[in-house]
């Protein structure tokens, strides 16, 4: 071994109680050392005088004497220039701080270039206790060095296809139960977690909806040798929930039993957000294609119920009838164009509700638009004595469009107040917060309520109404839930007959 024989080299030196050039003088020692493949060499530390032995110019492809020996020629001529600070530090500790002296480094070969090589030695007392000259030994590590560099090649390659594709490696140990792995774990969960971890530990990373799945499938794996491939999630210890797919390949031993699972865990967060937000993007296509169908059909219904009643008074009008039933017709006339132009007003509102979409969105503070309605309706409050009671504290503002947020506090208002309960005064419960990154509306009373079980599949429909009242049109809360939706949000309904109805809006 090259560097034990180097070390070998100055022990027997040291027993032997001779200096260098004695050491060196011994023509066999030094053929057996340099039958090792290693080069020695003596440096004068005074004088910079140098010597190389055969072996150290072979293993730079030269014969012996064929190049310079000098301390000059070696550091400027042989060493690689990125290696010569190396080399010269390498020296100056060993003789200033006693520190060992063995550096790796580049010399410039006869007919190769650079090749790789590795040097050590020790400087050497004279007669007075001056360090006088070194003495030392070079091998040939280019192979090695090579085969280093290209792993720390494929390992940073490695290691950066890993962070781009946000994976991880992980193994666990049926016997110890124990879980490693690697450090891009951490990096891709954004957890600082140890490279070994217990079973439980491991467990309580995960969120508890998980938990049993995981220990299941894992169970399965080693009971079965059964590779696995499963999606789920954990938090991190800033209480951020994220997912992670993890994929694994059992390891058998001889006998076909599972020693070892191996995988990888892969931070799938940005992929499952997507396919929400995907699906989200569905389902509101889904809803508004629905609402298009039914938007179509109200138009191709009413509009040709008003025309046929239109044209049925006009034809009869032109019959031979009295005075009498002439004014009575133009009445029926007059009642059924009315109707037709409330029909229209209200297919335009709708359209408008579209087409108002891509107006921008305002900072609109909920307490000011609330009492702008509460004002406009007024006269109707007092004469319920109805009780308003807002809470706006806990989200103040949203961003919105002004007109929609007018018509929904309206609709919403007006509902309350002319669907009350004839036994109590109206008491309205409105408030506003924010969860999960999103703004929500509460509109609550304490009215008639509806029956959910016969009509809550028909709350936001158009010209839908579940009491009898000479006012209901059906039209408003058709109105509210388009605008809503139009902004990407949602509007549902719990209700109970005699008791009240409470309207959650989650606006953005």
């Given at each position: 071994m090259p560097n034990k024989t180097s070390a070998s080299l100055v022990k027997i030196s040291e027993q032997a109680g001779t200096n260098a050039e004695h050491y060196l003088a011994n023509e066999q020692l030094l053929n057996l050392i340099e039958s090792t493949n290693t080069g020695l060499w003596e440096r004068d530390i005074v004088t910079d005088v140098t010597w190389w032995s055969p072996k150290f110019c072979e293993l730079l492809g030269y014969a012996y004497g064929e190049i310079e020996m000098s301390y000059n020629f070696y550091t400027n001529e042989l060493v690689h220039p990125d290696d010569r600070e190396a080399v010269h530090n390498a020296c100056y500790n060993h003789l200033n701080h006693n520190t060992p002296y063995k550096v790796e480094f580049r010399m410039l070969t006869k007919d190769n270039g650079y090749s790789w090589f590795e040097s050590s030695g020790k400087a050497w007392?004279?007669?007075?206790?001056?360090?006088?000259?070194?003495?030392?030994?070079?091998?040939?590590?280019?192979?090695?060095?090579?085969?280093e560099i290209e792993l720390r090649k494929n390992e940073f390659l490695l290691t950066e296809t890993n962070k781009i594709a946000n994976i991880g490696g992980w193994q666990f140990d049926v016997a110890t139960?124990?879980?490693?792995?690697?450090?891009?774990?951490?990096?891709?969960?954004?957890?600082?977690?140890?490279?070994?971890?217990?079973?439980?530990?491991?467990?309580?990373?995960?969120?508890?909806?998980?938990?049993?799945?995981?220990?299941?499938?894992?169970?399965?794996?080693?009971?079965?040798?059964?590779?696995?491939?499963?999606?789920?999630?954990?938090?991190?210890?800033?209480?951020?929930?994220?997912?992670?797919?993890?994929?694994?390949?059992?390891?058998?031993?001889?006998?076909?039993?599972?020693?070892?699972?191996?995988?990888?865990?892969q931070n799938i967060n940005d992929v499952k957000t997507k396919e929400a937000n995907l699906q989200r993007s569905l389902d509101l296509l889904s809803e508004q294609n629905k609402r298009l169908q039914n938007f179509a059909h109200i138009v191709s219904h009413n509009l040709r119920s008003h025309s046929g009643n239109l044209q049925f008074m006009v034809n009869i009008f032109d019959e031979d009838i009295s005075t009498e039933d002439r004014h009575e017709i133009f009445g029926n006339i007059r009642s059924i164009s009315e109707s037709l132009t409330d029909t229209i007003d209200h297919l335009n509102e709708i359209v408008k509700i579209q087409t108002d979409i891509n107006k921008e969105l305002k900072p609109i503070d909920f307490a000011t638009v609330f009492k702008t309605t509460q004002n406009a309706l007024d006269t109707n409050i007092v004469e319920t004595k109805a009780i308003l009671c807002c809470d706006f504290s806990l989200c103040p503002t949203v961003n919105y469009v002004p007109a929609y947020l007018e018509s929904i506090f309206l609709n919403l208002l007006t509902n309350a107040l002319k669907y009350r309960h004839p036994d109590r005064s109206p008491k309205i419960i409105c408030e506003t917060y924010i969860a999960e990154g999103h703004t929500y509306l509460t509109f609550e009373d304490n009215g008639l309520g509806i029956d959910m079980d016969k009509y809550g599949d028909q709350v936001f429909g158009m010209y839908k109404t579940f009491h009898k009242n000479a006012n209901s049109k059906g039209i408003g809360l058709f109105i509210t839930r388009n605008q809503v939706e139009a902004l990407g949000g949602t509007i549902t309904v719990d209700s109970k007959v005699n008791v009240g109805t409470k309207f959650t809006l989650r606006l953005v």
């Open positions: 007392p004279d007669e007075n206790g001056t360090l006088r000259k070194m003495i030392g030994a070079v091998i040939d590590i280019d192979q090695k060095k090579k085969y139960k124990q879980l490693t792995w690697s450090r891009d774990i951490s990096e891709l969960s954004t957890m600082a977690l140890a490279n070994k971890m217990d079973t439980q530990s491991a467990i309580d990373m995960f969120e508890p909806e998980y938990r049993d799945m995981i220990i299941a499938t894992v169970r399965e794996s080693v009971a079965l040798c059964k590779p696995f491939d499963v999606e789920f999630k954990v938090k991190t210890e800033k209480d951020q929930v994220f997912w992670i797919r993890a994929k694994c390949v059992p390891v058998a031993d001889d006998n076909g039993k599972c020693v070892q699972l191996r995988g990888m865990f």
